[in-house]
């Protein structure tokens, strides 16, 4: 009886997705939605539930690291989805901030799996490519963002450019890398694609 009330109004994230999945509707239809959406739809909410459940079920530092890349990579498409249709600063900086906090997080999870002597190589090569592209991003949308999404977008940014001196220190470590990545990177960030003439 004791047992019973102890654990009384505690519900697992599994649970809780689970029970948010079925009412909302259920099955892969409603998931794909989610996975799908930007911050003020409906179902932002259960996409941002999704996540937690990824980054509770990843264990070690290197899945956490490649979670949190994933993530950080979704915040940027919803964040350039946001800006493209205008839509409001609030948003925009909600979509930023989750970005930076994602790659931040994925930052940190990178250096512990290679403390814990993790073959970090891909990760690596991942997050470097993965900073090169928001770097792009971020600075293309800067000029079109309103001014209260600013500093968030800002945020965003700085942890970008973290991730990516980062990538490049780690790299210099691994033995015979020598410099190729933050060459990679540098010539990532001057050659950014430009419009094809017609």
């Known amino acids: 009886m004791s047992k019973v009330s102890k654990n009384k109004g505690f519900v697992s994230p599994i649970v809780a997705v689970a029970i948010a999945v079925a009412t909302l509707g259920g099955g892969a239809v409603t998931v794909s939605a989610a996975n799908n959406s930007v911050p003020g739809d409906l179902l932002y909410?259960?996409?941002?539930?999704?996540?937690?459940?990824?980054?509770?079920?990843?264990?070690?530092?290197?899945?956490?690291?490649?979670?949190?890349?994933?993530?950080?990579?979704?915040?940027?498409?919803?964040?350039?989805?946001?800006?493209?249709?205008?839509?409001?600063a609030e948003n925009i900086a909600k979509a930023a901030e989750k970005l930076a906090e994602h790659q931040e997080a994925a930052n940190v999870a990178i250096t512990n799996a290679q403390s814990q002597g993790k073959d970090v190589a891909e990760l690596i090569q991942l997050l470097q490519d993965n900073a090169v592209r928001q770097q792009?991003?971020?600075?293309?949308?800067?000029?079109n963002v309103p001014q209260?999404?600013?500093?968030?977008?800002?945020?965003?940014?700085?942890?970008?450019?973290?991730?990516?001196?980062?990538a490049t220190e780690l790299l210099n470590q691994i033995p015979g890398s020598g410099d190729t990545g933050s060459d990679n990177a540098q010539s990532g960030l001057e050659n950014q694609p430009e419009t094809p003439a017609p």
């Open 136 to 143: 792009q991003v971020l600075t293309d949308v800067a000029s």
């Open 45 to 88: 909410g259960l996409d941002t539930a999704l996540e937690s459940f990824q980054m509770a079920t990843s264990f070690s530092q290197s899945s956490k690291a490649a979670t949190r890349l994933n993530i950080a990579q979704e915040k940027l498409t919803e964040l350039q989805a946001l800006v493209a249709n205008g839509e409001a």
């Open 148 to 166: 209260e999404a600013q500093p968030a977008i800002q945020r965003a940014m700085e942890a970008s450019q973290q991730g990516l001196n980062k």
